[in-house]
């Protein structure tokens, strides 16, 4: 399978790649993003196939669809490391929460979120890559909570990479901090950055844009790569589990084969809808995708009213973090895939250049073929979270921005799954605000203890043992010192 360019081709990159070099460099022309060249359709006779196949049996199988260049064994050992999820037979459990309504668990990996979905395997297929053609690899990374930990936990102490991971002080919860600093690999190097989220990636941006940084790494033989969540390499793995889903409805004589059903996605930066998106062509047979959203509702707008509209924004924080975004970055693989490179680099030149772009009323309705929108605000999300407890359902706040979507529609015939992010234990202090319907600012382990000893769950140990964890990076800094930082460690 080739990989091409959303945007074009610039005439100096290759017009085509291989799915390696997609994921080791995967800056495409014009700032645009490496797609496949075509989706493969293997269709319900694909999943009528896999009625009783493990995990991972489906994963390896729809890997192989794509044609992808890398050695069958390193992609079975890299699909090894669902292992290490709570229920090594079954990483995703599809859980029935009320008539029609499934969650599907994507966060029962080492890091208690959904990233370690993508990134478990991803993190080993890069780093034999790197190892195979003998380059070494830098991964910079910033993170406001939940891609740092996941990243971090991936590429310890695997060969050929190292983490540096830029993380604002204070603006994590504790426990994302301290999975975080208590990160032990020696290949791996965590700063925290004096600022916010903005300075961390800003300060990001302009080291990648330093002319000194890249000639101190070129003179050391590192090269630059990049985990974040545009990379093909994590996109791939996140089509498997809405397949996935669907044939746990099969199995739990929910649905029979070919039955429609409606899928729910909180999104952020649009990985998990783009799977999502990707499945539905690949004919699973889903009606719609509701995108759901907390309060930075811009994709709400985009879906709703065909507008993409930044002027008149300024980023909210919610009680749902990882959603806090306005620049959703795998929109455009959407773009591209309706409407061409050309319209693609068009309307992403204007969103660069004027903030805004606007579809056409005809190109409206061919993204609202696949995809509803609505948003959640943090009262509304709460309030789910309260409920739903006390019906012995417990959930994160990111999941219950899609619960409440669920609960406002007033079609339930459809069968439909909600795909949930985090486990609570991420955003303990914010689920217990939620039961009790106050504001206080508790503090993570109290949180923790409290709703544990209250609802009879458990916390995994994953979590429990970080509070006595030694630290061992210590390093907070001004922006200003990055740059020497990161040189020292490499
Ligand atoms: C990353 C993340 C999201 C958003 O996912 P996207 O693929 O970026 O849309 C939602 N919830 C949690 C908990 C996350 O970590």
Redesign the pocket.
């Known amino acids: 399978m080739r990989f091409i360019e959303t945007r074009g081709n610039d005439g100096i990159k290759p017009e085509y790649v291989n799915f390696s070099d997609a994921i080791l460099s995967p800056g495409a022309s014009y700032g645009g993003l490496y797609v496949p060249e075509f989706l493969p359709e293997p269709g319900i006779p694909f999943l009528e196939k896999h009625l009783k196949s493990s995990y991972k049996e489906l994963a390896f199988d729809i890997l192989k669809t794509f044609d992808i260049d890398i050695d069958d064994d390193v992609v079975k050992e890299a699909l090894d490391l669902y292992d290490k999820f709570d229920d090594p037979d079954n990483p995703v459990p599809v859980v029935k929460v009320k008539e029609s309504l499934f969650v599907s668990e994507l966060y029962h990996g080492p890091t208690r ?3 370690d979905m993508a990134l478990q395997p991803f993190g080993y297929i890069l780093s034999n890559l790197a190892k195979q053609r003998g380059e070494k690899y830098l991964i910079l990374a910033a993170t406001s909570g ?2 740092g930990p996941a990243t971090l936990e991936t590429f310890k102490n695997r060969p050929n990479i190292k983490v540096a991971c830029l993380y604002p002080d204070g603006g994590t919860s504790d426990v994302q901090r301290l999975q975080m600093v208590t990160e032990d690999g020696k290949n791996l190097k965590v700063i925290g950055i004096i600022g916010d989220f903005d300075d961390a990636q800003n300060a990001l941006k302009e080291l990648l844009a330093s002319e000194n940084f890249k000639r101190k790494l070129q003179e050391s033989g590192v090269k630059l790569s990049a985990a974040n ?1 545009v990379n093909f390499g994590r996109i791939i793995f996140q089509i498997i589990y809405h397949l996935h889903s669907y044939l746990e409805l099969i199995r739990q004589n929910e649905i029979s084969l070919g039955e429609k059903i409606y899928l729910i996605v ?8 783009l799977g999502a998106y990707y499945a539905k062509k690949m004919g699973l047979p889903v009606k719609k995708i509701l995108i759901a959203s907390n309060e930075n509702n811009v994709l709400t707008d985009l879906i709703q009213k065909g507008e993409y509209d930044l002027r008149s924004r300024t980023l909210k924080k919610t009680a ?1 973090p ?2 806090d975004i306005l620049k959703s970055s795998n929109v455009e693989r959407v773009l591209f895939d309706k409407f061409g490179a050309k319209r693609t680099k068009e309307l992403m030149d204007s969103l660069t250049n004027e903030g805004y772009y606007k579809l056409t009323p005809q190109e409206l309705e061919r993204l609202r073929e696949d995809f509803e929108a609505d948003f959640t605000t943090d009262e509304e999300a709460k309030n789910t979270i309260r409920e739903y407890a006390q019906n012995g359902y417990l959930m ?1 706040p ?1 999941t219950a921005t899609c619960i409440k979507l669920f609960d406002k529609r007033d079609n339930k015939e459809l069968k439909c799954v909600v795909y949930s ?2 486990e609570w234990t991420k955003f303990a202090p914010t689920v217990l605000n939620a039961l009790n319907n106050d504001d206080k600012k508790y503090k993570d382990l109290e949180a923790l203890v409290e709703i544990s000893k209250r609802l009879g769950v458990r916390i995994p140990l994953v979590i429990e043992e970080l509070f006595n964890k030694p630290i061992v990076h210590d390093t907070v800094i001004e922006k200003e010192q990055i740059e020497e930082e990161i040189l020292k460690f490499i």
């Open positions: 979120a959904f990233k939940d891609t969540s909180p999104s952020g930066n649009f990985g998990n809808a749902s990882a959603m994160d990111h992010t985090a």
